[in-house]
């Protein structure tokens, strides 16, 4: 039977040759792996076929065996490598091939533009380590410049290479030059697959240590000889880090759940079987649909159809989606405490009787009212155009310092919500409710006035003043909403029937103080107000002067001591600076050319 025997090509010529051939063929096997170096060398996909003579009876308990592994339902991928491993020796070698793997369009430019974004990229691969080191120069994984460390088990010591390796990445990561400019060198680490599996079944403690210290402090991993369970077990290196027995205190527990540390996110991304494990172990996978399956494709999180749009993927969609998170979820809360703030302030007015400010029906339809605008804002709201973000990939480093969402922004909103609320309540209770001048001044018609000033600056605030990108859909979420405000009003005073409540809500809209001018001039005036205070912060937030000034005069030492955005809130001008960028048309016609 003919074998491909890709296990033999796992560890390279390193590997001695008995398994192949007996020595007589020694002359002729060196020959061949030297031309396989010279085809690596050059970029090309090389494979070795050898062969081996079997009797019907070692191929019947083989195949016993191997149907065995095959159908097992735990560590099958382990089993089937175990079995394969117990026929893939003694090979008589038939030759070698060279096949050149063409690159796909785009995938050079497109790895630029992430390594430009701050994001780490690390090669997975099943090659030879001469052909994946020129797979990463011309990828742009590495540099001519990059200082890179090879990592080999059979040229000694591995305690000793990585700490070399450790100490060559410190020297490297500030490097400067004659001019005396400061620049980070970007560095590389080559292991193989072999090599990988010394460091795993070491019995030195400080080797493992040392190896999972040293991967996340890199900028690029090239792993050649890969089998993939090793590709699943980088991921997870880089996702948890080094493994601990010791178990936190319970004061150390609490802190930390306060000051948790930041686990990397880790995206793989491939188009074949043996890919499936690393993707499958990643925090988000992504699958390549042709030549080489649908395997990937099938259990990965998402599937594009080449390599080049990972880039538009990550750089744009990536953003839009954490974006719309921050923004729903500060939306959410800033509604909530805005809109129950009143309620909370009417308590003390009311004597904490628990007395609702609200009538009871009004609190059901809340939701009703201002869901929309959060949902809108979420799903298709657009800080930046796509063609800003794909042609200065840069602004994809707003997701990793946390700039649309951190502790600062969030007591932020919070701090506007309060004051917005307490605008929303105290207004109207001393300008109508205590005005000698109302035909109404019950309980039902204070409530309903806060109520509907709350609804519509939830739906103003959110879809006219936040949003970026406005198009019809958040102008007609906001009509909408408001114009269903008034249509339940009215539904809900004509069809109420007369109660004992404090609610007078029996025509109260039509006869009580719906025709009052007083009523309607407060809502007026408190919207006015309101929109004076949000214009009045916008303008104090994005005047650099005032911000400069107070940055400065800040008490302080440390100013990032609130989850590192104190001195964010301060500099998003960058943003908002490239928001007006990209509505100049020329600019925008640069941009597009960029990207």
Request: proline share 4%; charged share 20%.
């Amino acid at each position: 039977m003919l074998l491909q025997a890709q296990q033999a090509s796992r560890t390279g010529p390193s590997e001695p040759i008995d398994s192949f051939a007996p020595r007589s063929a020694e002359d002729d096997i060196q020959q061949c792996y030297k031309h396989v170096d010279d085809f690596a060398a050059e970029g090309l996909r090389t494979l070795i076929y050898a062969d081996k003579v079997l009797t019907a009876g070692e191929y019947e308990e083989w195949k016993r065996l191997f149907v065995e592994a095959e159908t097992s339902l735990t560590q099958r991928q382990e089993r089937i490598e175990e079995v394969g491993e117990m026929i893939e020796h003694s090979l008589h070698l038939l030759g070698a091939s060279a096949v050149e793997d063409k690159l796909q369009e785009g995938v050079p430019e497109t790895i630029q533009k992430l390594r430009r974004a701050n994001i780490k990229i690390c090669m997975l691969t099943g090659d030879k380590r001469e052909t994946a080191i020129n797979i990463a120069h011309s990828t742009q994984i590495c540099g001519p410049d990059s200082s890179m460390s090879i990592l080999d088990v059979d040229e000694g010591d591995l305690e000793l290479q990585l700490s070399n390796a450790m100490k060559k990445i410190e020297a490297a990561e500030e490097d400067t030059d004659c001019s005396g400019t400061t620049t980070a060198v970007h560095t590389a680490l080559v292991v193989d697959g072999k090599t990988l599996g010394e460091i795993e079944q070491s019995s030195s403690q400080r080797v493992r240590q040392l190896f999972y210290a040293l991967v996340p402090a890199l900028d690029s991993v090239i792993c050649c000889r890969a089998s993939p369970s090793q590709k699943a077990l980088l991921i997870t290196i880089v996702t948890d880090g080094p493994p601990t027995d010791a178990k936190p205190s319970f004061l150390s527990a609490c802190l930390g759940w306060f000051k948790r540390p930041r686990k990397p996110l880790t995206l793989a991304i491939g188009d074949g079987a043996n890919d499936v494990a690393m993707i499958m172990t990643a925090s988000v996978g992504v699958g390549i649909s042709g030549r080489e399956g649908q395997q990937a494709a099938r259990v990965a999180d998402l599937s594009i159809s080449q390599f080049r749009y990972l880039g538009r993927l990550m750089l744009v969609h990536g953003r839009y989606s954490y974006h719309r998170t921050a923004m729903f979820i500060l939306t959410t809360f800033w509604k909530e405490m805005f809109i129950f703030l009143p309620q909370a302030l009417f308590q003390e007015d009311s004597g904490v009787t628990g007395t609702s400010l609200y009538q009871p029906t009004n609190l059901i339809f809340i939701s009703f009212l201002t869901g929309a605008s959060m949902i809108v804002m979420g799903t298709w709201e657009k800080d930046l155009s796509p063609a800003t973000l794909m042609a200065i990939p840069e602004l994809y480093t707003y997701g990793q310092k946390r700039e649309a969402l951190n502790m600062a922004i969030f007591l932020g909103w919070m701090g506007n919500a309060v004051i917005a609320g307490s605008v929303a309540f105290q207004i109207p209770w001393l300008g109508y409710v205590n005005s000698e001048l109302v035909r109404d001044n019950g309980l039902f018609a204070q409530g309903t006035l806060t109520y509907v000033i709350c609804i519509i600056w939830i739906n103003y605030k959110i879809l006219i003043l936040e949003m970026h990108h406005k198009t019809k859909i958040a102008i007609w979420s906001a009509v909408g909403s408001v114009a269903g405000l008034w249509v339940y009003q009215l539904i809900n005073t004509v069809s109420s029937a007369p109660s004992s409540t404090p609610y007078s809500v029996k025509n109260g809209l039509i006869n009580g103080f719906g025709p009052d001018a007083v009523w309607w001039m407060t809502l007026i005036g408190t919207f006015n107000m309101l929109l004076l205070m949000e214009l009045t912060l916008r303008s104090f937030k994005q005047n650099s002067m005032i911000r400069s000034a107070i940055y400065r005069c800040w008490p302080f030492e440390k100013k990032t001591a609130i989850g590192g955005g104190v001195r964010n809130g301060f500099r998003d001008w960058e943003l908002r600076l490239w928001q007006e960028m990209e509505t100049d048309p020329a600019v925008a016609k640069i941009l597009e050319r960029l990207s």
